[in-house]
Protein backbone atom coordinates (compact mmCIF):
# COMPACT_ATOMS: atom_id res chain seq x y z
CA UNK A 1 0.00 0.00 0.00
CA UNK A 2 2.04 3.03 -1.36
CA UNK A 3 0.12 6.36 -0.98
CA UNK A 4 1.42 9.91 -2.34
CA UNK A 5 0.01 12.88 -1.43
CA UNK A 6 1.09 16.31 -3.50
CA UNK A 7 0.50 19.76 -1.60
CA UNK A 8 1.65 23.54 -1.92
CA UNK A 9 -0.48 24.19 -5.29
CA UNK A 10 -1.85 27.44 -5.25
CA UNK A 11 -2.53 30.57 -7.32
CA UNK A 12 0.21 32.89 -8.00
CA UNK A 13 1.08 35.99 -9.88
CA UNK A 14 3.64 35.65 -12.59
CA UNK A 15 7.20 35.84 -11.37
CA UNK A 16 6.22 34.53 -7.50
CA UNK A 17 7.57 31.10 -5.97
CA UNK A 18 5.65 27.83 -4.55
CA UNK A 19 7.17 25.33 -2.92
CA UNK A 20 5.20 21.81 -4.06
CA UNK A 21 5.56 18.80 -1.43
CA UNK A 22 4.80 15.00 -1.90
CA UNK A 23 4.36 12.93 1.14
CA UNK A 24 5.03 9.11 0.31
CA UNK A 25 3.82 6.16 3.11
CA UNK A 26 4.28 2.06 2.32
CA UNK A 27 6.93 2.84 0.11
CA UNK A 28 9.64 1.45 2.10
CA UNK A 29 13.75 1.02 1.51
CA UNK A 30 14.45 0.66 -2.16
CA UNK A 31 17.77 -0.16 -2.85
CA UNK A 32 17.12 1.95 -6.80
CA UNK A 33 14.41 4.48 -7.23
CA UNK A 34 13.72 7.49 -8.65
CA UNK A 35 10.87 10.17 -8.34
CA UNK A 36 9.28 12.49 -10.64
CA UNK A 37 7.59 15.24 -11.24
CA UNK A 38 4.95 15.63 -13.95
CA UNK A 39 2.63 18.63 -14.93
CA UNK A 40 -0.41 18.33 -17.34
CA UNK A 41 -2.06 21.40 -19.16
CA UNK A 42 -5.36 21.47 -20.31
CA UNK A 43 -4.91 20.75 -23.90
CA UNK A 44 -1.22 19.72 -23.61
CA UNK A 45 0.30 16.48 -23.13
CA UNK A 46 1.84 15.59 -19.95
CA UNK A 47 4.87 16.81 -19.00
CA UNK A 48 7.73 15.48 -16.97
CA UNK A 49 9.29 18.37 -14.92
CA UNK A 50 11.83 17.27 -13.18
CA UNK A 51 13.40 13.51 -11.99
CA UNK A 52 15.82 12.37 -9.22
CA UNK A 53 16.93 8.85 -8.97
CA UNK A 54 18.56 7.53 -5.88
CA UNK A 55 22.11 8.06 -6.44
CA UNK A 56 21.37 11.90 -7.02
CA UNK A 57 21.21 12.07 -10.76
CA UNK A 58 18.51 14.52 -11.75
CA UNK A 59 16.81 15.84 -14.54
CA UNK A 60 14.80 18.97 -15.46
CA UNK A 61 12.84 19.91 -18.61
CA UNK A 62 14.18 22.60 -20.65
CA UNK A 63 10.97 24.59 -19.69
CA UNK A 64 12.44 24.76 -16.16
CA UNK A 65 15.76 24.34 -15.67
CA UNK A 66 17.05 27.19 -13.91
CA UNK A 67 13.82 27.92 -11.90
CA UNK A 68 12.59 24.66 -10.80
CA UNK A 69 15.00 22.53 -8.27
CA UNK A 70 13.68 18.87 -7.32
CA UNK A 71 14.73 17.02 -3.90
CA UNK A 72 14.08 14.64 -1.57
CA UNK A 73 13.97 14.27 2.46
CA UNK A 74 14.86 10.71 3.25
CA UNK A 75 13.70 10.95 6.90
CA UNK A 76 10.52 12.86 5.85
CA UNK A 77 9.79 10.59 3.15
CA UNK A 78 9.36 13.53 1.29
CA UNK A 79 9.70 14.61 -2.40
CA UNK A 80 9.58 18.45 -2.86
CA UNK A 81 9.78 20.67 -6.14
CA UNK A 82 10.97 24.13 -5.61
CA UNK A 83 9.01 26.40 -8.30
CA UNK A 84 10.73 30.28 -8.52
CA UNK A 85 9.95 32.84 -11.25
CA UNK A 86 7.07 31.40 -12.27
CA UNK A 87 5.16 32.16 -15.40
CA UNK A 88 1.14 31.31 -16.78
CA UNK A 89 3.33 28.58 -19.20
CA UNK A 90 3.70 26.70 -15.58
CA UNK A 91 -0.27 26.72 -15.26
CA UNK A 92 -0.84 22.80 -14.46
CA UNK A 93 -2.05 19.92 -12.71
CA UNK A 94 1.48 18.85 -11.05
CA UNK A 95 1.77 15.13 -10.01
CA UNK A 96 4.42 13.53 -7.83
CA UNK A 97 5.33 9.64 -8.91
CA UNK A 98 7.51 7.01 -7.69
CA UNK A 99 8.48 4.28 -9.25
CA UNK A 100 7.99 0.66 -8.48
CA UNK A 101 10.30 -2.62 -7.96
CA UNK A 102 10.53 -2.64 -12.16
CA UNK A 103 13.06 0.01 -11.54
CA UNK A 104 16.97 -0.44 -11.21
CA UNK A 105 19.93 1.82 -10.46
CA UNK A 106 21.21 1.66 -14.16
CA UNK A 107 18.69 2.97 -15.63
CA UNK A 108 18.69 6.60 -17.07
CA UNK A 109 16.96 9.44 -14.94
CA UNK A 110 15.37 10.53 -18.31
CA UNK A 111 13.66 7.19 -18.56
CA UNK A 112 12.20 8.41 -15.13
CA UNK A 113 11.18 11.27 -16.50
CA UNK A 114 8.79 9.84 -19.09
CA UNK A 115 7.34 7.52 -16.89
CA UNK A 116 9.05 4.34 -17.24
CA UNK A 117 8.06 2.23 -14.20
CA UNK A 118 6.06 5.02 -12.47
CA UNK A 119 3.83 2.24 -10.44
CA UNK A 120 2.59 4.95 -7.86
CA UNK A 121 1.18 8.58 -8.54
CA UNK A 122 -0.49 11.12 -6.71
CA UNK A 123 -3.64 13.07 -7.53
CA UNK A 124 -1.97 15.90 -8.36
CA UNK A 125 -1.91 19.57 -6.34
CA UNK A 126 -3.38 22.50 -8.74
CA UNK A 127 -1.17 25.43 -9.80
CA UNK A 128 -2.49 28.57 -11.37
CA UNK A 129 -0.06 31.05 -12.48
CA UNK A 130 -1.70 34.62 -13.62
CA UNK A 131 0.46 37.08 -15.75
Known amino acids: QVQLVESGGDSVQAGGSLRLSCKLS?????????MAWFRQAPGKEREGVAAIEGDGTIYYADSVKGRFAISIDSAENALYLQMNSLNPDDTAMYYC????????????????????????WGKGTLVTVSS
Open 97 to 120: SATGDSWYAQFPVSACAVGYAMDY
Open 26 to 34: GYGYRSAYC
